[in-house]
């Protein structure tokens, strides 16, 4: 290395000498200004007492341990960073304030020796709500399903309301006390002990809202289901010339709900009695149970109706021969006189309307039997087949026929 370089070299190395020995001196006995700013100053909540005896509580901010300010302090940096966020002190003021929300003013103290230069934020914001109590119906849920023919009955619940306490906004958003009780599986009557749940409209639970009362008595009866026929009684009767094709209820039967030992004594439920005649004209007419003492209906608002189909009854007849009739069991080598089967008789039926009126004379289905009979004179009756009608009267009641060998 040349000697000018070695030179500008040492002259470097003694100039950032001379810089540090000054800086140090500054530093050490010159003492200059200086700032620093701490981040997270946690900030005391003075006065909660007095929110207390005026049935206060704060709602916002919801954990006062988490309040925090950034400040920045001066002074002679010997000071300064002797201090630490610790030394800072940051307060709010609760007292005097009233419901609502509210910006509590900052206040900052620094330690001897140094200044405070800012801060923020110099304002937080407070919400406080008054503390009441209201007295609310306990409502009792279920969960869960009974196995099949059984029902619940009515619960009872004991105390049937409790008293609630919290902020009045809170507690307004309390939608019901539910005690919810399972009932997987149940036969038997329930009475256990539940506790119960304070929730808003949809079901979740509602914080800062409490009650003495943490469970109460539900009773709840457990029922069988019994489905039986529907009995209808009439009263009154038809005109003459007229009668009933059909009378139904609708439903034809009827759940019922009671005590097991009811049950089994109850076969069928039966209306109240019916006029015929009216039901005559009305066709359909909603009608009412006679319920039994210690049963009640499944579905109390379930409707049940009687219809009615009446007819006319009339009467029709006929004028036949033996060649309309059907000959069965006649002897082999045997026939009958050609001029007897032309032996006239009347046949007079009765019957609906609905079913004579388009009733032929071919529909109807006549049978001579001979079994038996052999060569000679015989007095015979003739047999009406599958008749939906009534028979009145058959003229004559017997006939004359003759056999004879072919």
């Given at each position: 290395m040349g000697k000018e370089k070695k030179s500008e070299w040492t002259l470097k190395i003694f100039a950032l000498i001379i810089a540090i020995v000054l800086w140090s001196y500054v530093m050490s006995e010159v003492n200059p200004m200086w700032t620093e700013e701490y981040r997270s100053v946690k900030v005391n909540v003075l006065n909660q007492a007095s929110l207390e005896r005026q049935g206060l509580v704060i709602l916002e901010p919801e954990n006062l341990n988490d309040i925090d300010i950034r400040v920045s302090i001066t002074g002679r940096r010997s000071d300064v960073i002797k201090i630490s966020a610790d030394d800072i002190i940051a307060q709010v003021d609760l007292s005097g304030y009233g419901t609502g929300e509210v910006k509590v003013p900052v206040y900052v103290h620094v330690p001897v020796g140094v200044s405070l230069k800012d801060y923020s934020p110099k304002e937080i914001l407070f919400k406080f709500d008054k503390i009441v109590s209201r007295e609310r119906p306990v409502t009792v849920e279920t969960a869960g399903e009974l196995p099949d023919g059984y029902v619940l009955g009515t619960p009872t619940v004991k105390p049937q309301s409790v008293v609630v306490e919290g902020p009045s906004t809170w507690l307004n958003s309390l939608s019901k006390v539910v005690a919810t009780v399972d009932v997987t599986g149940i036969t038997d009557d329930i009475d256990v002990n539940v506790p119960i749940r304070l929730v808003d409209d949809d079901g979740n639970s509602v914080r800062g809202i409490s009650t003495k009362q943490s469970s109460?008595?539900?009773?709840?009866?457990?029922?069988?289901?019994?489905?039986?026929?529907?009995?209808?009684?009439?009263?009154?009767?038809?005109?003459?010339?007229?009668e009933i094709v059909d009378i139904k209820a609708n439903p034809s039967k009827i759940e019922i709900v009671g005590r097991e030992e009811v049950l089994d004594k109850i076969e069928s439920i039966s209306t109240v009695p019916v006029d015929i005649n009216e039901l005559a004209t009305n066709k359909n007419m909603k009608v009412e149970l006679e319920i039994p003492e210690g049963v009640r209906l499944l579905?109390?608002?379930?409707?049940?109706?009687?219809?009615?189909?009446?007819?006319?009854?009339?009467?029709?007849?006929?004028?036949?021969?033996?060649?309309?009739?059907?000959?069965?069991?006649?002897?082999?080598?045997?026939?009958?006189?050609?001029?007897?089967?032309?032996?006239?008789?009347?046949?007079?039926?009765?019957?609906?309307?609905?079913?004579?009126?388009?009733?032929?004379?071919?529909?109807?289905?006549?049978?001579?039997?001979?079994?038996?009979?052999?060569?000679?004179?015989?007095?015979?009756a003739v047999d009406v087949k599958e008749k939906n009608f009534t028979v009145l009267s058959l003229l004559p009641e017997r006939i004359q026929i003759r056999l004879r060998k072919d």
């Open positions: 109460v008595d539900v009773t709840i009866p457990v029922y069988r289901v019994k489905s039986v026929p529907i009995e209808i009684q009439t009263m009154n009767k038809l005109p003459d010339g007229y579905d109390p608002d379930q409707e049940v109706t009687v219809s009615l189909n009446v007819e006319e009854i009339v009467s029709r007849s006929f004028d036949f021969t033996l060649r309309d009739v059907q000959i069965v069991n006649l002897g082999a080598g045997l026939s009958i006189y050609e001029e007897d089967l032309s032996s006239p008789f009347s046949l007079t039926i009765q019957g609906f309307s609905s079913v004579l009126e388009p009733l032929k004379k071919d529909d109807i289905e006549i049978e001579m039997n001979l079994e038996g009979l052999g060569e000679g004179s015989h007095l015979i």
